[in-house]
């Protein structure tokens, strides 16, 4: 699901899979495997859970993952991607994060002393 977030803010991208064999999932940003995903400066956070029994051979396993970033920037706005594979195939989705910055004032007006009847520009 797309989403759009302020920076400073910390997102989550679900991801649920289920097949037979168990399917495995990898996150990819921008087309490319972990570009940018950084875990060990704790940028960016993989977790991973099974639901059901993905033991049994005869049945499918339900997996989901939660790709979280904390502390967005701009630049951390992209396509983000699930692609999930296992020995039967793959499969893929997609969600855009937009990451918008938040409002501030770059030059704020300056303190003017001017005549009557002047003009004063701001």
Same mark, same amino acid.
Request: hydrophobic content about 40%.
């Given at each position: 699901?797309?989403?759009?977030?302020?920076?400073?803010?910390?997102?989550?991208l679900?991801?649920?899979?289920?097949?037979?064999?168990r399917?495995?999932?990898s996150?990819?940003?921008?087309?490319v495997?972990?570009?940018?995903i950084?875990?060990?400066?704790?940028?960016?956070?993989v977790?991973?859970?099974?639901?059901?029994?993905?033991q049994?051979?005869?049945?499918?396993?339900?997996?989901?993952?939660?790709?979280q %970033?904390? #502390?967005?920037?701009v630049a951390?706005?992209?396509?983000? +991607?699930?692609?999930?594979? =296992?020995?039967?195939?793959?499969? $893929?989705?997609?969600?855009?994060? %937009?990451? #918008?910055r938040?409002?501030?004032?770059?030059?704020?007006? +300056?303190?003017?002393t001017? =005549?009557?009847?002047?003009?004063? $520009?701001?």
């Amino acid at each position: 699901k797309n989403q759009t977030v302020w920076t400073s803010s910390n997102v989550s991208l679900h991801c649920t899979a289920a097949g037979n064999p168990r399917p495995h999932i990898s996150w990819l940003r921008n087309e490319v495997r972990n570009e940018t995903i950084d875990i060990v400066l704790g940028k960016f956070s993989v977790n991973l859970s099974e639901m059901g029994n993905c033991q049994i051979t005869d049945s499918y396993c339900t997996i989901s993952s939660v790709l979280q %970033i904390f #502390n967005n920037t701009v630049a951390d706005g992209g396509k983000y +991607i699930c692609s999930v594979e =296992n020995a039967a195939g793959n499969d $893929v989705a997609a969600a855009q994060l %937009i990451v #918008n910055r938040v409002l501030y004032i770059t030059t704020p007006p +300056i303190n003017q002393t001017v =005549n009557i009847s002047e003009t004063v $520009v701001l």
